[in-house]
T-cell receptor, first 115, second 112 residues
Framework: GAVVSQHPSRVICKSGTSVKIECRSL??????MFWYRQFPKQSLMLMAT?????????EQGVEKDKFLINHASLTLSTLTVTSAHPEDSSFYIC???????????FGEGSWLTVV | QKEVEQDPGPLSVPEGAIVSLNCTYS??????FMWYRQYSRKGPELLMY????GNKEDGRFTAQVDKSSKYISLFIRDSQPSDSATYLC????????????FGTGTKLQVIP
């Protein structure tokens, strides 16, 4: 299946700093990527839909100024958590849509801990 | 009412058993149906995807879609301890930039 690479897998940052998470589609072009957040023992919560070359569409309740998403190319989308706080600590997962089969593949996820 | 309903489990079965995982949904416009497996602290892995109604088999896994009942199932034959994970059903509308809607996941434990 399609490969989606997410980096870093784990990151610890200080409160008030910003951290960037990258999501790359390695063997296909992804016009659409998705960013999710997952709390322990809960399902995936869609944060935003990222379309190449245009602004991301954020879900209700997600602060677009805090979670900056950039989809500059067909193989790369980035999520930047700005001015991170301990409550932002979570598991962040990206996915990319494979147009030909209309399904999505996930990255391995990134654990963010804000101290 | 949630758009997609999935029993969270946990579901415990002995090794070798047949496992049945199910989801119901309310939006009759869903066309694409997927099952993902998620191991603890990892991203979900695509297991099966089907379009519209019918069955699809891949090794020990069989996915069924009954659009008339708005019900999908994943069967695992000869279950193994390595199948222990959380299984997420997912579905989407056809084409375009439509987002995928997930169930909450069922935690499965296969006991040796």
């Amino acid at each position: 299946g399609a490969v989606v690479s997410q980096h870093p897998s784990r990151v610890i940052c200080k409160s008030g700093t910003s951290v960037k998470i990258e999501c790359r589609s390695l063997d296909f072009q992804a016009t659409t990527m998705f960013w999710y957040r997952q709390f322990p023992k809960q399902s995936l919560m869609l944060m935003a839909t990222s379309n190449e070359g245009s602004k991301a569409t954020y879900e209700q309740g997600v602060e677009k100024d805090k979670f900056l998403i950039n989809h500059a190319s067909l193989t790369l989308s980035t999520l930047t958590v700005t001015s991170a706080h301990p409550e932002d600590s979570s598991f962040y997962i990206c996915s990319a849509r494979v147009s030909q089969v209309n399904t999505i593949y996930f990255g391995e996820g990134s654990w963010l801990t804000v101290v | 009412q949630k758009e997609v309903e999935q029993d969270p489990g946990p579901l415990s079965v002995p090794e070798g058993a047949i496992v049945s995982l199910n989801c119901t949904y309310s939006n009759s416009a869903f066309q694409y149906f997927m099952w993902y497996r998620q191991y603890s602290r990892k991203g979900p892995e695509l297991l099966m995807y089907t379009y519209s109604s019918g069955n699809k088999e891949d090794g020990r896994f069989t996915a069924q879609v009954d659009k008339s009942s708005k019900y999908i199932s994943l069967f695992i034959r000869d279950s193994q301890p390595s199948d222990s994970a959380t299984y997420l059903c997912a579905m989407s509308l056809s084409g375009g930039y439509q987002k995928v809607t997930f169930g909450t996941g069922t935690k499965l434990q296969v006991i040796p």
